[in-house]
């Protein structure tokens, strides 16, 4: 029952006080005065090269490379001829811009100089800003970082575009975007605002209930609330206002269960945005001379393994990392796996094994004119069999079945067989059937590492994992907890782990939550 007016004053003298001393504040690091510059595209002669200063001595330093003309019209570019400032010396016609903070990428102000790509122009601007009062060489990241300090960039974003910057294959270059483009992090916000309504309404019912100001049913959890407009008091009773339109809040318990929900299903789905980044595991097994080296040399187009007509060829283990339509995988060669052989071979095949074991996606490959042989039955019985039901790192492992020497085939097709799975014909000769290998391929793959270009964001990296996996913990902890400040401690360490996933933090904003949404009138 409301029995009392809540004046906003006295709420946010609370709230404040409460929210100042429970953590210190999230205020951005002040920006450390220091100009930098640094040649931001790639080393090495090239037709244009892009060098950018970031600080607040990037417009005297573009005045005076320019022999003190005017800054350009922002964000515009503008020929120029630089020079030395300290010999006068001309060091190149270039095009520059000027990019006045907070409006650049790193918030502060920024200028670019797009100068000809030969190493003497380059070094000879570098020198020529070194020169300039107040600016230094950048460290490593420095602009990106100076961008997440200054709010442009979350941490995920700064992610996102680390990954973009090393992305290697299509794949990659999509799921980077993505990040880059701020869907995990807008993911994490959500769901961080989800627990700070949960949390304001326990705080709330913590500080406020014992005044008897709040409803019991804010807890359990379906209590509807009544929004007044400014001016206006509060009402428990529907009757006393009748022409206000009413509005739920999310009940706490439910709005929790639902973040449960949503972050087993994101941590079930986590190793494949890894995958993504780092590279698929595929292991390509099969009986001796199927041509398993031929298909690693013709899926890597490089000559990784010895190929020859002698059985046992291949002993270790060989990786190479390869595009396999569009996703990035680690494409490993194995000896063929048959019994009775000398020792060398015997551990061969005791690796071949054991990599089978770590394997997202297993091609499994026989000979196509040799599927009756003791070798290729027992491959299929022992390996391709057995795929579905064993799952060694938690997730479960896919194959796809080749048989090779298609061209070799007689017009009959395959001869006597056991029962087979689905499977691809190909020849690595030839290089028919390729085509459809690397459309089931690029499937499987979409599977095993989540595709980037639908479904939601991916976790790329273990951090991402790790974080989520404690604000899940944290939610459990919230369910087990049986009084309202442990549930409150819970639900903050959960929202703490969401802000550490996009570097972000504060308390402020339960402040602001409660405002809104229980709707305080004055
Ligand atoms: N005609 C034909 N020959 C092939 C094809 N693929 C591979 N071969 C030949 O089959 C033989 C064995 O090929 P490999 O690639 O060494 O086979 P492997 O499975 O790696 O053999 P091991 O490493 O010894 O287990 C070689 O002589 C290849 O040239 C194919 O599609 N058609
Ligand atoms: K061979
Ligand atoms: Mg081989």
Same mark, same amino acid.
């Given at each position: ?8 004053? #006295?709420?946010?003298a ?5 929210s100042?001393?429970?953590?210190? @504040?999230?205020?951005?690091?002040p920006? @450390?005065?220091?100009?930098i ?10 037709? =244009?090269a ?5 600080g ?6 573009? /005045? ?15 020929l120029?001829?630089?020079s ?20 650049s ?16 122009v ?26 997440f ?6 941490l ?9 910057i ?7 270059r999509?799921q ?13 916000h959500?769901?961080? !605002? ?5 949390l ?13 100001n ?11 609330y009544?929004?007044?407009?400014a001016?206006d008091?509060l #009402?428990?009773?529907? @009757?006393?206002?009748p022409s ?10 439910s709005?929790? &269960?639902?973040?449960? #929900? ?13 995958r ?11 009986p001796p ?8 040399? +013709?899926?890597?187009?490089?000559p990784?393994s010895?190929?020859?007509? !002698?059985?046992g060829?291949?002993?270790?283990v +060989? ?10 995988a ?6 063929? %796996? ?14 071949? /094994?054991?990599r +089978? ?27 391709v ?6 799952s ?5 492992? &896919?194959?796809l ?8 085939l ?15 014909? %190909? @020849?690595?000769v ?10 089931a391929?690029? *499937?499987?793959l ?13 976790l ?10 404690s ?5 459990g ?15 903050? =360490? ?6 550490h ?11 602001d939550v ?5 709707c305080?009138? *004055?």
């Amino acid at each position: 029952m409301w029995r009392g007016l809540w004046t906003l004053p #006295a709420l946010a003298a609370r709230g404040l006080r409460r929210s100042c001393s429970r953590q210190g @504040s999230g205020a951005p690091a002040p920006s @450390s005065g220091a100009t930098i510059f640094a040649l931001s595209s790639g080393q090495g002669r090239c037709g =244009v090269a892009v060098i950018r200063t970031s600080g607040p001595a990037s417009g005297p330093a573009l /005045r005076s490379l320019t022999a003190g003309r005017d800054l350009p019209p922002a964000r515009s570019a503008r020929l120029r001829l630089l020079s030395d400032p300290r010999s006068g010396e001309p060091l190149d016609r270039a095009l520059v811009l000027w990019f006045p903070g907070p409006q650049s990428f790193t918030g502060e102000d920024c200028a670019e100089f797009h100068v000809h790509g030969g190493p003497a122009v380059v070094s000879g601007v570098l020198q020529a800003l070194s020169g300039v009062p107040g600016l230094r060489p950048a460290e490593a990241g420095e602009f990106t970082r100076r961008a997440f300090t200054h709010g442009k960039l979350s941490l995920t974003e700064v992610e996102g575009l680390a990954d973009l910057i090393h992305a290697e294959t299509e794949a990659q270059r999509r799921q980077a975007l993505r990040q880059l483009d701020g869907e995990l992090g807008r993911l994490c916000h959500d769901w961080a !605002e989800t627990l700070t309504t949960a949390l304001a309404h326990v705080e709330a019912y913590i500080d406020f209930g014992e005044d008897d100001n709040l409803e019991e049913d804010v807890l359990e959890r379906g209590g509807a609330y009544w929004s007044v407009g400014a001016g206006d008091t509060l #009402a428990s009773q529907p @009757s006393e206002l009748p022409s206000l339109p009413p509005f739920c809040l999310p009940p706490v318990d439910s709005s929790v &269960r639902g973040l449960q #929900a949503a972050l087993g299903a994101h941590l079930r789905d986590a190793r494949r945005g890894q995958r993504l980044r780092s590279g698929a595991h595929v292991v390509v097994a099969g009986p001796p001379n199927a041509g398993k080296s031929s298909l690693v040399n +013709l899926l890597s187009r490089k000559p990784v393994s010895i190929v020859s007509p !002698e059985p046992g060829t291949t002993r270790d283990v +060989l990786e190479t990392p390869v595009d396999l339509a569009g996703f990035p995988a680690l494409l490993s060669d194995t000896a063929g %796996l048959r019994e009775g052989v000398g020792p060398v071979e015997q551990e061969g095949v005791r690796r071949a /094994r054991a990599r +089978l074991e770590q394997a997202d996606l297993i091609l499994a490959v026989l000979d196509a004119c040799d599927l009756a042989s003791p070798s290729s039955c027992n491959f299929l019985d022992t390996v391709v069999a057995h795929v579905g039901d064993r799952s060694p790192n938690g997730s479960s492992q &896919r194959l796809l079945l080749v048989l090779n020497k298609l061209d070799l085939l007689p017009s009959e097709g395959l001869g006597p067989s056991p029962d087979l799975p689905p499977y691809l014909l %190909l @020849s690595c000769v030839t290089g028919e059937g390729l085509d459809s290998l690397l459309e089931a391929l690029r *499937k499987e793959l979409a599977t095993v590492c989540g595709d980037p270009s639908t479904g939601p964001p991916l976790l790329t990296r273990a951090r991402h994992q790790y974080h989520l996996q404690s604000c899940l913990d944290a939610l459990g902890h919230y369910k087990e907890a049986r009084d309202l400040a442990l549930e409150a401690e819970a639900l903050r =360490v959960a929202r703490g782990h969401l802000a550490h996933l996009t570097g972000g933090g504060g308390t402020e904003e339960i402040l602001d939550v409660i405002f809104r949404d229980f709707c305080v009138g *004055k």
